[in-house]
């Protein structure tokens, strides 16, 4: 009988063969990109990884140093970009333009950005508002973790935000580190927060600055400003911040706010009108175990009643378990932790004066704090620990790579219960062959590039990687496998156009 193309057959063979084509070069729903250049734009750059990026991927770095950017970097996308550390990797605005831009047309997209320093960014003349010269942030899902936030300036006639503005959002920010930022026109020298609730742990607030050069309703909150939001914050430190012309040197609530504060410790602050640690006006703010010592003029104006179980230099009539009498503060300094803090002396007059907090177990710097059951807390962010209360615990984790291929970075010291990201990147022409940590191997997640967690360090790692030339037979090269599939698929093809 005569051979016949059947076209059904020829529709299925060309069906298998896409579809093994499409699987043999897809990068499945995420992957891992890695930048290797420190460039503004171009391949390997930062930017680059961020616009090729689909969601779920992870942006990890081969590289540190400084970023410096021309314009600022918009994410829209489901993404998580994990730094080598704060003090190995820099994206900076140049005092030239924003850093980042998390935003998305209807919906709010989920962002992580973790162990980096974002700094010099400045919101001015390119955005109409200026408004967040680190970050502007219109999502509920960014979380940004060990980050630092430097030097960064909302500049313009009406820019909120020196460092991060959050607009009907609420991101988690923990251990980060808000210095020198600052709104020259607006609110809220490091945070403005406007109709958001965002989560603050463990962060610290030094010497940022609001100040005011046109309007006399604005230059509120030197630390953070919140307009029609509530904010949660706990554990964290307030040093040195200014509001110069207005209200708020701390913290600045306006506009029906509703601030939940929780150990936190106010020092050094300032401002021109009131509330040199807090001020509320037309908000009710619940303030529980925190210190305002030290800061100068009136440490808290309106919402008195809020205030429970403090440190207040002065008193504060209108509160309950108010203490005034000296909670001997040190120096801001590294006493432990990813952020520095304020301790106390032993005979502070915040040590055990405190009230348990559900759910709450450590201090800002990660160590514990008494269980609910087992005693007081002590009242501010740091909780003291007589003999040990200044020990500082940290570990090295060492990283070594055989030619063909880095690991970034090459070894990092590691503050107790934190975690280090390492990203494994083979030269061209090269894939990872086998990596090995503490001496045992794992399995690489992918041929050609990954990203290894030490989560919740308590030692002392080792983390080792060899990479294999493509051509040398050690493996399977991922340029090859579209021409395998092809292979694959002929004899389908054969068998499909061939009908008796």
Sequence with gaps: MKQLRHPSGIVLSVLIMFVLLV??????????????????????????????????????FAVTGTITLSSQISIDKDITILGPGEDKLTVSGNNSCRVFKVDALFTYPTVMISDLTIANGNAGGRDTYGNGGGICNYSDNLALENVT????????????????????ASPT??????????????????ICNNYSSPNVINC???????????????????????????????????????????????????????????????????????????????SSSAVINCIFWGDSGEEIHGGESGFSYCVVEGGLPGG????????????IADNGGPTQTIALDPDSS??????????????????????????????????FSYPSNKIVTG????????????????????????????????????FIDSIFVDGEAISPDADNAMIYSFENVS???EISADFYPVSSGGGCSVSALPDIALLLALPLLVFSVKIK
Excluded: W
């Design 23 to 60: 699987v043999a070069v897809s990068p499945g729903f995420s992957q891992t990109r890695i930048v290797t250049s420190l460039a503004d734009s171009g391949a390997g750059t930062l930017r680059q990884a961020v616009s090729d990026a689909q969601n779920g991927d992870t942006i990890g």
């Design 149 to 168: 936030f430097e030097s960064n300036t909302a500049n313009n006639t009406q820019g909120d935000g020196g460092a991060v503005y959050n607009f009907q």
């Design 173 to 190: 920010m923990i251990n980060c580190t808000f210095f020198n930022n600052i709104t020259n026109n607006g609110n809220g020298g490091a």
């Design 204 to 282: 610290v607030f030094a010497v940022n600055k609001a100040q005011n050069r046109y309007y006399e309703s604005y230059g509120h909150g030197g630390g953070i400003c919140n307009s029609h939001s509530s904010p949660n914050l706990s554990n964290c430190t307030f040093y040195g911040n200014i509001a110069s012309l207005s209200n708020g040197g701390g913290i600045c609530n306006i506009f029906d706010s509703s601030s939940t504060v929780t150990n936190c410790t106010f020092s050094g602050n300032r401002a021109y009108s009131g509330g040199a640690g807090m001020y509320n006006s037309s």
């Design 320 to 331: 309950s378990h108010i203490i005034d009498s000296d909670p001997k503060l040190q120096v």
């Design 350 to 383: 915040a040590i055990d004066a405190g009230i348990a907090v559900d759910g709450m177990t450590a201090d800002q710097r990660g160590f514990p704090r008494p269980s609910v059951e087992g005693g007081s807390f002590d009242i501010g962010s740091y909780e």
């Design 395 to 430: 570990y090295t984790i060492t990283a070594t790579a055989s030619a063909g291929g880095t690991i970034t970075p090459e070894s990092a010291d590691v503050t107790s219960g934190q975690d280090q990201h390492f990203t494994i990147s083979p030269d061209d022409g090269y």
């Design 459 to 461: 030692a002392d790692h």
